[in-house]
C-alpha cells in the first residue's frame, strides 16, 4: 500500500524520432534520442511539510539531465502538435497541420524478461482534403463491445478530428474514413466528450452521453447513442466494402443541437456539463430575477442542459438551455471510404457509397452539405473580468467543479452548481489541467462507520507548469498540495475526462473498467506516466492518528534502508517507532517491512518483535489485534529457530570417533558401482559457471522468514522455487553431511521446532541431489547420510506406528520419488543405496519384534528397493555414456540429463534415442560404430568385464576408446533396449532429422542411409524407409524434379536454394542418397514376381521370408510409458508396391545423373502420361505404370540422355586419370547404372555398350574399352565405327602432327591411292586425345580386323591400315 502520490512509468512510445519526422520533414536533422529513456529515474519526492514554500528555489531535474541537456534533447516540438491519448491508454494521436501520426499499443519482453507496454506507430498519413485546413481538435473516443462475455475492454477506437475548414471527421485505428460533417463553416476549436458514469447515489441525474464541438460563435451537441450506432454502420459498411461490396443498410441519421452562443465576445473552451435540475428556492430565485415581482413559478423545476465557457468578454460564462426548448436536428450522414480502397471498389459500390440515391449524380455528391441554422442561447451570466481571458476549462470528473487557466497565469477553481470562483492560485503560467478521483479502500472506515455506507470519494487536481517543470497535485477544494514531482519542462499532460461509448446502467454490471485518468507523455524519453494517489491524502485532519502512523511507517522504512547505520541504534529506532505507531494494520505493516530488511541483523529483528509482543500483551485483550499478536509470536519462534540452527553450524570441535561404514553391504554396493561412478565424477568435475544465488553463503533470514509458516503451533515449509529450497535444506543439513556440525543436536533442535519428519526428510534429499559435485568429493558424506536417515526415520509421524510392513512405507517410497526424479544420477544412486540398507535395517528389525521368523511379509518394501536400484545404476551408466564431451569441430550442445523418470516416460524408445543424440554428437561414423558393437557386445563381452575396463584412468584413453567402454558398459545393462537393430534404426531416424534442419550437410543423410543398410530385419529396414521417404524425403525430391523439368537442365546453386532449400552441391548429394534409399526400399519390399536387375533388386531379403521381430524391454524397465519407438511405429507401417518404388529409384536416378555431370534435361519428359501421374504418390498405393512398347521419339530422348551420361562418364575419368587422383570407395559405378536404366528404359543396351566404348576409344582409355568391348554383341557395327576412329588417329600423325618427319612423307608416298585419300578425308579434331602411341592404334586396328567378316567392304582399308601402322612403327 502506497502512502503518498507517485509518477509511475507503464507505458513506452516508441518511433518517437520517425514521428518527429514525419510531421517537421524541416527539422530531420534534430533527433530525438531514444537513448536517453533508460535514465528515466524515480520522479517521486517526499516532502517536509513544514518547506511547502521553498518549491520555487528549486530546479533540481530528478531524471539527472542538466538545462542545457534538456534544450538539446527535447526541444518543444510536441506543444505545436495536436494530442489525443485514449483513456484505455491503447491508441495516441499526434497531428499538425494536415498530417497525423496514429501509435496502437503492444506489449513487449524487455532485457530482464518483464512484460511492457509499448506505443507504436500503426498508420501516418494526410487527414485533410479540402485545400488549406488543417487539424485543430483531436479527441480518441474507445466505442464498447456488444459482446455479452465483454469485460470491460473496448471493441475498436474512433479518432475525431477537427479542422480549421468546420469538418469534423471520423475515422477507425487504421486511418479509414467513416464520416464526414459539416455543422458549421467556422473553425472547430474544441472537441469534448461525455460519456455514462454510475450514479455514486440515488439523488444524481443520470447523464446522458454526447459529443460536444465548440465553434467561435456556436456549440454542436451530438447525441452519444446517435453516434454510436452510426459509427458501428459506417465501420461494417467499410468492412463489407473492404471484403468486396454488398448493398448496404441505410444508417440511422445524427441527431444533434446547435446552439448560438451570444453574449460572449471570444470564445476558446468549454465544457459540457449535462443536465441539471435546480432545487425549488433557485428556481424562485431565478423566476424573481428574470420576470419581476409577478413572475409565475412553473409547479415542477424544468430540466436544463448547463454549458460554461471560457474566453473574454465575459471571462466565464454560463449557458442554460432548457430541454425541449430546441427540437433536435437530423443530419444526413456523409460517409467516406478510406483512399486505400481501390477505384474499382469505388465504382463498384456506387450504389451504396455515401448512401446516395442510384438516380443521383456525382457532381451532386461533391456539393458542400446544407448547414442548419443555430438555436440562440443567450448567456445566464458570467465572471466578468475585462483584462483576463480564459484558455482553458477543464471538468471534474463527478461535474462539480472545474479547473479554468487564463492567460494572467492564475488558475481558478469554480463552483460549477453556484457558478462561483472558490480558489485561485497564482504562477502557473501556460497551465495544463486534469483531475484524478480516488475512491476509499474497503475496510478503511469500518471502525467508525457501518460498512452498508456509500464509499467516500476524493477529487484531487493536478497542475503541470511548464515553464518550472513542475507537476503538482492539490486537495480541493480547499486542500494541501500533497505531491510534487520535477519533470521535464516539454511535457504534455494528458486528461481525456471520459471513459467508453456506448455504455449503459445494463452493461456495465459485472465490467472492470480500468481507464487512466491522468497521464504525463515526456517526448525526451518517450516515457507515459500515470499519477497514482492515496485517499487518505484528501483527510483534512493532520493530526489523525492514521496520517502520524503512516509517517512513521516512512520513518522505519528510510531508517531500514540505510546501510551505515549502526546494529544498536537500528534496534533502537526500530523499537521506538514500532510501538509508537498506533493503528494494528500499519504496525503489522511495519514489522513485516522490518522483517523483509536486508539490512537488519537477526538480533535486532528478535529483539524488537520480543518487545512488540511483550507491549502487546500489556494491553487490554479485548482491544488487541489478534492477527498482529499471532505475526509476533509466529515469527519469534522462527528468529529463534534460525538463530539455534546458526550456532550450531559452527565447526564441531568436540573429538569424535572414525567409525567405519558401519551399514551392512554398503561397501559390496560401492565396489560393484564403483568404477562407473569414478567415471561418471571425472566426466561431469568439469568447472561451470556459478551465480550468487547458489547455495554457498549463509541462508538471510528474510529468506527463512519467507519459506517457513507457523500454523497451529506447527512450523510448515512453504515449497517455493528450487534454488529457495535447496538454500533452506543447504542451511539445515549441510553441516551436518559435511561433518562439520553436530548431526544429533541439528536433529533434535528441527525436531522440537515441529517441523514434519517428511518435509525435513524432503530438504534432506534436495541437498543431497542438487550439490552432487561436492557430495561425490567427500568420503564421509555417505555414512552422515545413513546417520541422519536414521535419525529423521525414528521421528515421530515419519514412517508412521499404523504402517503394515506387508504394504509399501510412504516414507521410503519418498525417498525413492526423489531420487527418481533427480537427474543427478551419482548422487540419486548414492542415496538409493543408503536408503535401501535403511530401510533393510529398519524392516528387519521391525519384522523380528513382530514377526520372528516369518520373511515373506516384508518382501514387497524390499523388491521395490531391488528395482530402484538396479534402475538407478542403469541411469548413472547411461548418464556417464551421454556426459561424453563432444571431439573438436563436431555439433555439441548441452550436456543432456536424464533420471528414471524420464526414461520410463520417454517409451520403450527413450534410451537407445539418447543413445542415437550422443553418437550423432560425437559424429562417429557407421562403420565405426557397427564395429564397435560387433566387438564389445558380441564376443569379447564375456572375456573383458567392463568394469575392468573402467578401471583405467581417463588420461589413457583417446575419444574413441571412452565410448567404445563407455557404449558397451551401456548395451550389457540395456541387452534389449540397445540391441543392434534398434540402435541403427534411431541412430539412422537422428540422422535423418538433423539433415532436415541442416540440409547443407548431405553428410547426414548418406550416414542415415548407412545405417538404415546395417539394420538385419526387412521389417524395421522396410518400415523406417518409408517413414523417411515420406516424411523428408518425399517433398524435397519432388520439389528438385519440377526444378529441373522447369529449366530443363541441371539448376543453379540460387534456384536449387530457392525451390529445394539446399545448394547445388547439396542437391546432388541428396539425390545420390535417394537412389540409396529407394534400393534399400525395394530390397526388403515383396517382389517375387519381378524380374531381378541387379542394382535395382534384391530377392533374398524380402520381409515374407523373415518372421517379424519381437521388440523387448529389460524387465526392471518393463513399466516404461510414454511415445511409441521408433521400431515399434516402423512395425506398424504398411507394405509397399515395388513397381512404384522401382518408378521413383528410375526418376531419382535419372536426376542424380543429370545433377552429377551437368546435364540438360527434362526428367518428367522422358515418361508417358502414366508415368508422370504416378510420381510422388503414396508408395503403398497401386498406380497404373507405363506398360508395353515405348514410343519411338520417346525411347531416342531416352537413348540421347544415356550416352550423355556415359560421355560425361567417360571425361570425368579421364580427367581423374590424367591427373592422378585416386578412387573413392563411394563413387557410382555410372556405366553399369546406365545399362540397368536402358533395361527399364526400352533402351538398346549394345548400342549404348558400342557407344561407351567408341566414347574410351576417343579419350584415350583403350585398356578400359578392351574390357567393355567383350560384352559387345554386333561386333560388325562397332568394327565400322571403331574404324573410323583408327582413320582418324592415323590421320593425325600423318596429316595433322606438327613434327612431320622424312619417314612420315615417304610413308605417305608408298601408300596405295585409295587409303590416302580416305585418311585425308578423315577429320582428327573430333578426337578428344589424339596423340596416342602407336603401339595402341595397332592394337586396335588389329581388333577391327578381328571384328569385320573378310567379304566387309572395308576390310581392305583395314588391311591397308595395319601395314601403315606396322612400318609408322619400324620407323620410330
Known amino acids: 500500500m502506497r502512502m503518498s502520490c507517485c509518477l509511475l512509468d507503464f507505458c513506452r512510445v516508441q518511433e518517437l524520432r520517425q514521428v518527429r519526422e514525419f510531421l517537421f520533414p524541416s527539422q530531420k536533422s534534430a533527433a530525438v534520442p531514444d537513448e536517453s529513456k533508460d535514465q528515466a529515474g524515480e520522479n517521486e519526492l517526499t516532502w517536509d511539510d513544514s518547506d511547502w514554500g521553498s518549491w520555487e528555489a528549486s530546479d533540481t531535474k530528478v531524471d539527472g539531465t542538466t538545462a542545457e541537456e534538456e534544450v538539446q534533447q527535447g526541444a518543444p516540438w510536441l506543444q505545436d502538435c495536436v494530442l489525443s491519448l485514449s483513456p484505455c491508454s491503447d491508441l495516441l494521436v499526434i497531428a499538425r497541420e494536415h498530417k497525423a501520426a496514429f501509435l496502437s499499443a503492444k506489449w513487449q519482453t524487455d532485457d530482464s524478461g518483464k512484460e511492457e507496454m509499448t506505443l507504436a506507430v500503426s498508420w501516418s498519413g494526410t487527414l485533410s482534403s479540402e485545400e488549406g485546413e488543417c487539424v485543430s481538435s483531436v479527441i480518441c473516443i474507445p466505442l464498447a463491445s456488444q459482446k455479452r462475455s465483454s469485460t470491460g475492454r473496448p471493441d475498436w477506437t474512433c479518432i475525431v478530428v477537427g479542422f480549421s475548414s468546420g469538418y469534423v471527421r471520423f475515422y477507425t485505428e487504421n486511418g479509414v474514413l467513416l464520416l464526414a460533417q459539416l455543422l458549421n463553416e467556422d473553425p472547430v476549436l474544441r472537441l469534448k466528450c461525455r460519456t455514462y458514469e454510475i450514479p455514486r447515489h440515488p439523488g444524481v441525474t443520470e447523464q446522458h452521453e454526447e459529443l460536444s464541438i465548440l465553434y467561435p460563435t456556436a456549440l454542436v451537441t451530438i447525441d452519444g447513442f446517435s453516434l454510436f450506432q452510426s459509427l458501428r454502420a459506417c465501420r461494417n459498411q467499410v468492412a463489407r466494402a473492404a471484403a468486396a461490396g454488398s448493398d448496404a443498410v441505410q444508417p440511422p441519421p445524427l441527431a444533434y443541437k446547435k446552439w448560438g452562443l451570444q453574449d460572449m465576445d471570444i470564445i476558446v473552451d468549454h465544457s459540457s456539463v449535462g443536465i441539471m435540475t435546480l432545487n425549488v428556492f433557485d428556481q424562485m430565485k431565478n423566476a424573481s430575477i428574470l420576470g419581476g415581482f409577478h413572475a409565475s413559478v412553473k409547479g415542477s423545476p424544468p430540466a436544463m442542459s448547463q454549458y460554461i465557457t471560457v474566453g473574454g468578454g465575459p471571462f466565464t460564462g454560463f449557458y442554460y438551455a432548457v430541454e425541449g426548448s430546441s427540437q433536435p436536428l437530423l443530419s444526413h450522414v456523409a460517409l467516406a471510404v478510406a483512399s486505400k480502397l481501390t477505384s474499382a471498389l469505388f465504382s463498384a459500390a456506387s450504389g451504396w457509397l455515401g448512401w446516395k440515391n442510384k438516380n443521383e449524380e456525382e457532381p451532386a455528391q461533391k456539393q458542400k452539405p446544407k448547414v442548419e441554422p443555430a438555436t440562440p442561447l443567450p448567456v445566464r451570466f458570467g465572471l466578468p473580468d475585462s483584462r483576463r481571458h480564459g484558455e482553458s476549462i477543464c471538468l471534474s470528473p463527478c ?111 459485472g465490467w472492470h473498467l480500468h481507464t487512466q485518468q491522468v497521464c504525463l507523455f515526456d517526448p525526451t524519453t518517450g516515457v507515459l506516466r500515470s499519477i497514482t494517489i492515496p485517499f487518505h491524502l484528501a483527510l483534512s485532519d493532520k493530526k489523525s492518528e492514521r496520517a502520524k502512523d503512516m509517517h512513521l511507517l516512512k520513518r522505519l522504512t528510510a531508517l531500514l534502508r540505510s546501510r551505515e547505520l549502526d546494529p544498536a541504534l537500528l534496534e533502537s529506532e526500530a523499537q521506538s517507532i514500532l510501538l509508537e505507531i498506533k493503528h494494528p494494520a500499519i504496525k503489522k505493516q511495519a514489522l513485516e517491512s522490518m522483517l523483509t530488511s536486508k539490512n537488519a541483523p537477526v538480533s535486532c529483528m528478535t529483539n524488537v518483535t520480543r518487545a512488540l509482543l511483550a507491549s502487546l500483551k500489556e494491553q487490554d485483550p479485548e482491544a488487541i489485534d489478534e492477527s498482529l499478536l499471532q505475526l509476533c509470536s509466529s515469527q519469534l519462534r522462527l528468529l529463534q529457530l534460525y538463530t539455534d540452527v546458526q550456532l550450531l553450524h559452527t565447526p564441531d570441535s568436540s573429538p569424535t570417533e572414525t567409525e567405519s561404514l558401519s551399514v551392512a553391504g554398503i561397501e559390496e554396493d560401492l565396489a560393484r558401482v564403483g568404477p562407473i561412478l569414478r567415471r561418471y565424477a571425472e566426466l561431469n568435475s568439469r568447472p561451470s559457471v556459478s551465480f550468487a544465488q547458489d547455495p554457498g553463503g549463509p541462508l538471510p533470514v528474510r529468506a527463512f522468514l519467507s519459506q517457513l509458516v507457523c500454523e497451529g503451533g506447527e512450523l510448515r515449509v512453504v515449497r517455493g522455487p528450487d534454488t529457495d529450497w535447496t538454500h533452506l535444506g543447504s542451511f539445515l543439513f549441510w553441516g551436518c553431511l559435511s561433518g562439520q556440525s553436530p548431526l544429533e543436536r541439528v536433529c533434535e533442535t528441527l525436531q522440537q521446532s515441529g517441523i514434519s519428519p517428511q518435509q525435513l526428510l524432503s530438504l534432506l534429499l534436495t541437498v543431497w541431489l542438487n550439490r552432487e559435485k561436492e557430495i561425490l568429493k567427500r568420503a564421509d558424506a555417505i555414512r552422515n547420510l545413513h546417520t541422519l536417515l536414521n535419525t529423521l526415520s525414528s521421528m515421530k509421524g515419519a514412517l508412521g506406528e499404523s504402517w503394515d510392513v506387508q504394504c509399501i512405507s510412504p516414507w521410503w517410497q519418498q525417498v525413492r520419488n526423489a531420487c527418481v526424479q533427480s537427474e543427478s544420477a551419482g548422487a540419486a544412486l548414492l542415496a538409493g543405496l543408503v536408503a535401501h540398507r535403511a530401510a533393510k535395517s529398519s524392516i528387519t528389525s521391525l519384522a523380528e519384534s513382530t514377526f520372528q521368523a516369518d520373511w515373506e511379509f516384508v518382501s514387497l518394501e524390499l523388491e521395490q528397493w531391488v528395482v530402484c536400484v538396479r534402475q538407478l545404476e542403469d541411469v548413472l551408466a547411461l548418464q556417464t555414456l551421454l556426459s561424453l564431451p563432444p571431439p573438436q569441430g563436431s555439433p555439441g550442445g548441452a550436456v543432456p540429463r536424464c533420471s528414471v523418470k524420464s526414461l520410463l516416460e520417454s517409451g520403450r524408445g527413450g534410451v537407445a534415442d539418447s543413445v542415437a543424440k550422443l553418437i550423432f554428437r560425437q559424429d562417429a561414423a557407421p562403420e565405426m560404430l557397427q564395429d564397435i558393437v560387433q566387438r564389445r557386445v558380441g564376443g569379447q563381452s564375456s572375456e573383458e568385464p567392463v568394469e575392468q575396463l573402467l578401471q583405467e584412468t581417463e588420461e589413457e584413453k583417446d575419444g574413441v576408446q571412452r565410448l567404445e567402454e563407455l557404449l558397451a558398459c551401456v548395451c550389457q545393462r540395456f541387452p534389449h533396449s540397445l540391441a543392434p537393430d534398434l540402435l541403427w534404426a534411431h541412430c539412422c531416424w537422428e540422422y535423418v532429422v538433423q539433415w532436415n534442419k541442416d540440409p547443407e550437410i548431405g553428410r547426414y543423410l548418406e550416414w542415415s542411409v548407412e545405417y538404415l543398410k546395417m539394420i538385419s530385419s526387412p521389417h524395421i529396414q522396410l518400415g523406417i524407409s518409408s517413414m523417411m521417404w515420406n516424411t523428408f524425403i518425399v517433398k524435397r525430391f519432388s520439389a528438385a524434379a519440377f526444378l529441373m523439368e522447369k ?65 523387448c524391454v529389460e524387465e ?14 516402423a512395425l506398424q507401417q504398411k507394405a509397399v508396391h515395388y513397381p512404384l518404388v522401382q518408378h521413383h529409384c528410375l526418376l531419382a536416378s535419372l536426376l542424380h545423373a543429370a545433377m552429377s555431370f551437368s546435364l540438360r534435361l527434362k526428367p518428367l519428359s522422358l515418361f508417358d502420361s502414366k508415368g508422370k501421374n504416378a510420381f510422388f504418390r503414396d508408395l503403398t498405393s497401386i498406380q497404373l505404370l507405363p506398360s508395353g512398347d515405348a514410343d519411338p521419339n520417346l525411347v531416342a530422348i531416352r537413348q540421347e540422355f544415356l550416352m550423355q551420361v556415359l560421355t560425361g562418364w567417360v571425361k570425368a575419368v579421364g580427367e581423374a586419370e590424367d591427373s592422378g587422383s585416386a578412387k573413392t570407395g563411394r563413387e557410382v559405378d555410372w556405366p553399369a547404372v546406365c545399362m540397368e536404366l536402358a533395361s527399364l528404359l526400352q533402351v538398346s543396351v549394345d548400342i549404348l555398350r558400342r557407344y561407351l566404348v567408341w566414347e574410351l576409344y576417343n579419350q584415350g582409355l583403350d585398356l578400359r574399352a578392351e574390357e567393355v568391348m567383350l560384352e559387345v554383341e554386333d561386333k560388325d557395327v562397332l568394327g565400322s565405327q571403331l574404324l573410323v576412329l583408327t582413320g582418324q588417329r592415323l590421320a593425325f600423325s600423318l596429316l595433322h602432327s606438327q613434327t612431320q618427319t622424312k619417314a612420315t612423307m615417304e610413308l605417305l608416298a608408298r601408300l596405295p591411292p585409295t587409303l590416302c585419300t580416305w585418311l585425308k578425308a578423315m577429320d582428327p579434331s573430333e578426337l578428344r586425345c589424339p596423340s596416342v602411341p602407336l603401339q595402341q592404334s595397332s592394337r586396335l586396328v588389329s581388333r577391327v580386323i578381328e571384328m569385320l567378316p573378310e567379304n566387309h567392304a572395308q576390310y581392305s582399308i583395314a588391311l591397308h591400315l595395319l601395314e601403315a601402322v606396322d612400318s609408322l612403327q619400324e620407323d620410330e
Not at 532449400?1061 to 542418397?1073: E, I, R, Y
Open 1047 to 1111: 529449366v530443363g537442365k541441371a539448376p543453379k546453386d540460387r534456384l536449387c536454394r530457392r525451390d529445394v532449400g539446399m545448394g547445388d552441391a547439396a542437391m546432388t548429394s541428396f539425390l545420390g542418397s535417394c537412389v540409396q534409399l529407394l534400393q534399400t526400399l525395394m530390397e526388403v519390399s515383396p517382389s517375387s514376381f519381378l524380374p531381378p536387375y541387379p542394382l535395382f533388386f534384391k530377392a533374398d531379403s524380402g520381409v515374407e521370408e523373415v518372421s517379424v521381430p519381437e521388440l
Open 399 to 509: 461535474n462539480t467543479m472545474a479547473g479554468v487557466t487564463d492567460d494572467f497565469g492564475r488558475v481558478m477553481l469554480l463552483d460549477v452548481a453556484r457558478g462561483i470562483a472558490i480558489r485561485m492560485w497564482k504562477g502557473y503560467r501556460d497551465a495544463q489541467l486534469g483531475w484524478v478521483q480516488v475512491s476509499e479502500a474497503r475496510g478503511e472506515r469500518e471502525i467508525a462507520t457501518s460498512p452498508s455506507m456509500p464509499r467516500r470519494h476524493a477529487q484531487f487536481l493536478v497542475i503541470y507548469a511548464p515553464r518550472r517543470g513542475i507537476l503538482e497535485v492539490w486537495g480541493t477544494q480547499h486542500g494541501p498540495r500533497v505531491g510534487a514531482f520535477t519533470v521535464g519542462k516539454h511535457c504534455r499532460l494528458l486528461y481525456p475526462g471520459y471513459r467508453l461509448m456506448g455504455v449503459n446502467s445494463v452493461t456495465s454490471q
Open 1116 to 1129: 526392471v524397465w518393463g513399466s516404461a510409458e510414454g511415445p511409441a519407438s521408433i521400431a515399434e511405429l
